[in-house]
């Protein structure tokens, strides 16, 4: 079974950086799609950044130039890289995991919340003006 834990979380002024992590423990399937979502007090979830098993990756309109996601294979972890960062970034950001079937087509974006089975606990990013 697929385990999720995210850190790096925080407090930064406006303009400031952060690096989260999602650490990956259990068994992940060869063909995955994994996600950053993000929630904000008030508002629905919604998807920061994917990257497929292969290699692609997808980004929100809001966050294209700033944010950049990664994974290391062999640390198993995800990460995102989130520069220039504005309040309006202000949210638990959470990553995601799912497998994709043999016989299923590869996911592009927008990844959508519900489809998503595995999640990590979330962690708080904090932007003030």
């Known amino acids: 079974q697929v385990q999720l834990v995210e850190s790096g979380g925080g407090s930064v002024q406006s303009g400031g950086s952060l690096k989260l992590s999602c650490v990956v423990s259990?068994?992940?399937?060869?063909?995955?799609?994994m996600a950053w979502f993000r929630q904000a007090p008030g508002k629905e979830r919604e998807p920061v950044t994917a990257?497929?098993?292969?290699?692609?990756?997808y980004y929100a309109e809001s966050v294209k130039g700033r944010f950049t996601i990664s994974q290391d294979a062999v640390e198993k972890t995800l990460y995102l890289q989130m520069n220039t960062l504005r309040p309006e970034d202000t949210a638990v950001y959470y990553c995601?995991?799912?497998?994709?079937?043999?016989?299923?087509?590869?996911?592009?974006?927008?990844?959508?919340?519900?489809?998503?089975?595995?999640w990590g606990q979330g962690t708080q990013v904090t932007v003030s003006s």
């Open positions: 990257i497929l098993s292969n290699g692609a990756t």
């Open positions: 259990g068994e992940t399937y060869h063909r995955h799609y």
């Open positions: 995601a995991y799912k497998p994709i079937p043999e016989d299923y087509p590869l996911p592009r974006w927008p990844p959508r919340s519900v489809d998503f089975r595995t």
